[in-house]
């Protein structure tokens, strides 16, 4: 049974520029959760999906958008890039509101 | 507002016990989890407390008390690959997850 995988795993981009990073859930979940993570900092909550609506969303310009799909997959966007994106995004998937399993996360670096 | 208060940085011995507090402040509350975190890893699923008490893991036990906003995490028989960063992280009226920034964990030889 694959865990939640995310792709890419790292990615470099200048400023400016827009990205998209890709997240699978685990089998048997229906909700995704998207995270930023600053070195040294612990997660923050962009935004989770369910049922391929936003159903929440944390203290993040309109810059982040996101998407999921039906079957559960799920993009997070990123627009006109600020060096201040670069870190750690993390993906992770529930069932409903039980516990998050993470992917490995996609390391970005905005030059 | 909605905090998590831990302590930055705790040492501790091979083979001893170490306990980790957490304090958190939240709008409402649904249970509280603990991830582990090794450096540039995602972080892994430790243990969730919705009830007052102690839930025991093998060699990992966490503690909630909801009346006092605190919980911790026990570790015990610390091993080298104990080192990392611990994260307490609650669940809001919303069920949405408030993170600290985590403690860090060094384990001595």
């Known amino acids: 049974d694959a865990g939640v995988t995310q792709s890419p795993t790292h990615l470099i981009k200048t400023r400016g520029q827009q990205v998209t990073l890709r997240c699978s859930p685990k089998s048997g979940h229906d909700t995704v959760s998207w995270y930023q993570q600053a070195l040294g900092q612990g997660p923050q909550f962009i935004f989770q999906?369910?049922?391929?609506?936003?159903?929440q969303r944390g203290n993040f310009p309109d810059r982040f958008s996101g998407h999921q799909f039906p079957n559960y997959s799920s993009e997070l966007n990123v627009n006109a890039l600020l060096l201040g994106d670069s870190a750690l995004y993390l993906c992770?998937?529930?069932?409903?509101?039980?516990?998050?399993?993470f992917g490995p996360g996609t390391r970005l670096t905005v030059t | 507002g909605q905090n998590i208060d831990q302590p930055t940085e705790m040492t501790a011995t091979e083979g001893a016990i170490v306990q980790i507090n957490c304090t958190y402040q939240t709008s409402g509350f649904n249970g509280l989890f603990w991830y582990q975190q090794h450096a540039g890893e995602a972080p892994t699923f430790l243990s969730y407390n919705v009830l007052d008490g102690l839930e025991e893991k093998g060699r990992f036990s966490s503690f909630l008390s909801r009346s006092k906003g605190y919980s911790y995490l026990l570790l015990k028989e610390l091993q080298m690959k104990d080192s990392a960063s611990y994260l307490c992280?609650?669940?809001?009226?919303?069920?949405?997850?408030?993170w600290g920034a985590g403690t860090k964990l060094i384990i001595k030889p």
């Open positions: 999906y369910y049922e391929e609506e936003e159903r």
């Open positions: 992280a609650p669940l809001d009226s919303n069920y949405q997850l408030i």
């Open positions: 992770a998937s529930s069932s409903g509101q039980s516990e998050q399993y």
